[in-house]
């Protein structure tokens, strides 16, 4: 629905809209009425008009020498055609408006002549031909300049834009070598391939990282590279890396049959009509091995660390515990035999105390090095006694968890879990100043999920977990390490305020 200028929300009245268009359009004409330069057209043709009426403005008598001239009947039609200047100059100069308008002029100076004055019968026709006419002349000559006038506009815009286009061309031109450049001497390897995998463009890295010539890489397709049969797979690889929307690894086959891996990041561009792939790829071959020497070496700290406290915890049960249980029976035969002595007996009932709490302390530290109950029993009771641990010797009440269907994992990771909560537990009691926790172990039907929480003091985590080890929380990292040598996903949640959480995610 057309809304009118009052807000009413009716369509407006048919004659009010041709007349306002009459109205605009007749006040487009008449501006040239308020130009200066028409004004002085307009003067002459009014001095013209003098002429025209000359013996009948009575202007013979001011002007004697040139009465008998312009009087004369004879040079009345010359008279007339002299309206034919002011007409032509107005419609080259003001083209259609400036026409009109100084038609109408000259309409309104020539007919009173013709009907009121002139005693020729065919005095009016002869005027109304004149009129229409040069009128018609008039027009012509308008419309005439106003289309040159177009088409010399056309024409500047037409330079302007060639030279914008011009202007463009060089930018594009610049841009284009700047690319090259860039993607030539890029230190990442860059391949340019079309949707079905074939190669159109290769940098010079590319070339240095896989050992072919540039040529050689043009003429095949990425299904080489990356070791697959067939096109329709390379573009279903490709759409992957394109979706996933960040670095992944691959591994490129060089040339001489040994493999590359990479960090690459693909994305979608278009040349023309066609759609093309870009991929920039990274040699993280010596990169990837050095980290898994290092998480080997690590590995193998952790089983000889796992080794020298199963040695340090059955030595300490065997020998030093049972030393101690031996001590605290002979200091108890003593007891016995002494009986008719009293002041010596209190000395050797502390002396028995003290053996024992030597005892439970050698006991506990045996536990926490080895605890029998995870080689034993498994993992959730091992947990559990750590819980039950922590409320009963430290006065930190911890709840334990059990959900799903429970089951035995492999020694070595329910090893590594019971160990990340260990240390969760024992941040929890000398960092966070919590008065209670939580360990939940959910068995799922592929992952299992283990959790400690705290409601302590939290921290602030920083962007990286790895940097945990410039803010001293090597306990945190120590973590980190121990479940990427099994796989898992480690995770922690903290804030200032807010108590801790730590997450352990694995398949199995």
Sequence with gaps: ???????????????????????????????????????????????????????????????????????????????????????????????????????????????????????????????????????????????????????KEAYSELDAAHSQLNAGARELRLSEESYRDLFECASDAILVCASSGDIVRCNRAMVDMLGYSADELLRMNLSVLIGVENKEAVADRQGEWIRTGKRVREKFLRKDGTGVRVDLAARAMT??????????????????????????????????QEEERRRIARELHDETAQGLALLAMDIEGI??????????????????????????????????????????????????WLSGEMSATFGIPAAFQVSGSERRLSPEVELV?????????????????????????????????LQISDNGRGFELPPMLGDLALTGKLGLLGMQERARLIGAAFTVRSGAGKGTSVSVEIAG
Aim: positive net charge; without cysteine.
């Design 271 to 304: 040349s023309g009509r066609s759609q093309l792939i870009q991929i920039i790829a990274r040699d993280i071959t010596e990169e990837a091995r050095l980290r898994e020497n290092m998480e080997f070496y690590i590995g193998k700290i952790t089983q000889a």
């Design 335 to 384: 007891e016995a035999r002494l009986t008719g002595s009293p002041e010596v007996l209190p000395s050797l009932e502390r002396l028995r105390a003290k053996a024992e709490s030597l005892m439970e302390g050698v006991s506990r530290f045996s536990h926490e090095l080895r605890p029998g109950v995870l080689d034993h029993l498994g993992l959730v009771p091992a947990l559990e």
């Design 417 to 449: 879990l019971f160990r990340i909560v260990q240390e969760a537990l024992s941040n929890v009691r000398r960092h966070s100043g919590a008065t209670r926790a939580s360990v939940e172990i959910e068995f799922g039907a592929d992952r299992i999920r």
């Design 1 to 151: 629905m057309i809304t009118s200028a009052e807000g009413t929300g009716t369509s407006p009245d048919p004659a009010d809209f041709a007349a306002g268009i009459w109205s605009r359009h007749l006040g487009r004409r008449l501006a040239v009425l308020r130009n200066l330069h028409f004004l002085a057209i307009s003067g002459l043709t009014l001095l013209l008009a003098a002429i025209y009426y000359w013996h009948y403005l009575g202007l013979p008598a001011l002007f004697p020498v040139a009465s008998d001239f312009l009087s004369t009947q004879s040079l009345h039609e010359f008279q007339r055609m002299l309206f034919l200047i002011p007409m032509l100059y107005a419609g080259l100069t003001f083209r259609v408006p400036g026409a009109l308008v100084l038609s109408a002029i000259v309409a309104v100076i020539v007919l009173p002549r013709a009907l009121l004055i002139s005693e020729n019968p065919d005095a009016l026709a002869r005027s109304l031909g004149f009129i229409t006419l040069a009128s018609l002349a008039t027009v012509v000559v308008g419309l005439g300049e106003a289309r040159r006038r177009r088409v």
